[in-house]
């Protein structure tokens, strides 16, 4: 019956848990703690902590943590609390699946249809520009240094800027690989 309830709340957060990962934390939060009673605040607290330290998408990780350790608690067995864990990282990831898998139906059937292909024409240039606008927002201080503040960080940073830039689409190297680069040269600044 527990396995149940899980899946039935965290399908449900996932279902209508709109502004990603942080956007579900209070309702993640809401029904476990507050509705289900199935951990304290402080254990809450503690597993948004370990979900935002670990890799992946915060509300996932945290519905992840949130089904082991109710299940864990609840038989006191680390066999169900991995079953737990399993149950609520489905059940809010399903939602998202369906609709996109409904989506992409609808996609492949309508995708020749002339109305269609008009609104994808229209929001090639919306996309452009709103990718145009995340970059210019990264573009500040905190990122490539101040030219006021100090020349040679600015520079560095102008420079590995342009390094990743003609090193991925001059030279056609692998983005990650030019990640772990970026990464390393900037360990070597740092000393």
């Given at each position: ?60 990780n945290s519905a992840t943590y949130c089904g082991y350790t109710t299940l864990y608690h609840a038989t006191d067995s680390m066999l169900m609390g ?110």
């Amino acid at each position: 019956m527990l396995f149940l309830t899980l899946f039935y709340t965290f399908f449900l957060i996932g279902a209508f848990g709109f502004g990603g990962g942080y956007g579900m934390l209070s309702l993640i939060q809401h029904e476990v703690v507050v509705n289900h009673r199935w951990m304290t605040s402080a254990e809450f607290t503690n597993i948004v902590a370990i979900s935002q330290m670990t890799p992946g998408p915060i509300g996932i990780n945290s519905a992840t943590y949130c089904g082991y350790t109710t299940l864990y608690h609840a038989t006191d067995s680390m066999l169900m609390g991995i079953l737990g864990s399993l149950t609520a990282t489905t059940a809010l990831v399903l939602p998202s699946l369906i609709l996109m898998l409904l989506i992409s139906i609808m996609f492949l059937k309508y995708m020749r249809s002339p109305l269609v292909q008009n609104i994808f024409t229209g929001l090639r240039p919306a996309v452009v520009g709103l990718l145009a606008a995340a970059t210019l927002l990264l573009c500040n201080a905190e990122n490539f240094s101040s030219y006021a503040e100090s020349k040679w960080h600015f520079f560095i940073s102008i420079g590995l800027f342009a390094a990743t830039f003609i090193g991925t689409k001059v030279m056609k190297i692998n983005p990650i690989r030019m990640i772990a680069y970026a990464a390393f040269a900037g360990l070597l600044l740092l000393y």
